[in-house]
């Protein structure tokens, strides 16, 4: 399962963070990461965390998105963190955390609306 949290309403040149945490099976999942969805585009894949931590970032986003991982310690969790700074208009869409599996199963968290405004 996964429990995404974070997003809501900034202002051009603002920062968010978005996270979003796993449970259960975790010492499976081999990459965690973000969609967006925006209004009548294509859903894009914003960034990725692999693990080992190679990080890959869509091109829009590169040098403004940063993506980490924790494992919580003694325990069977473990949080991505999408932090989004100098965002834009563009930026605004609905986010979706993923987490893949090495036996290629994927695991989605609730939708989360990040919006850049005046």
């Known amino acids: 399962q996964l429990q995404a949290s974070g997003g809501g309403l900034v202002q051009p040149g603002g920062s968010l963070t978005l996270s979003c945490s796993a449970s259960g099976k975790t010492s499976n999942i081999n990459a965690m990461g973000w969609y967006r969805q925006a209004p009548e585009k294509q859903r894009e894949l914003v960034a990725t965390i692999i693990s080992g931590g190679l990080t890959k970032f869509a091109d829009p986003v590169k040098g403004r998105f940063t993506i980490s991982r924790v494992n919580v310690e003694n325990t069977a969790e473990t949080t991505a963190y999408l932090q989004m700074d100098s965002l834009t208009p563009e930026d605004t869409a609905v986010y979706l955390c993923?987490?893949?599996?090495?036996?290629?199963?994927?695991?989605w968290g609730q939708g989360t609306q990040v919006t850049v405004s005046t």
């Open positions: 993923f987490a893949s599996t090495w036996d290629a199963e994927i695991s």
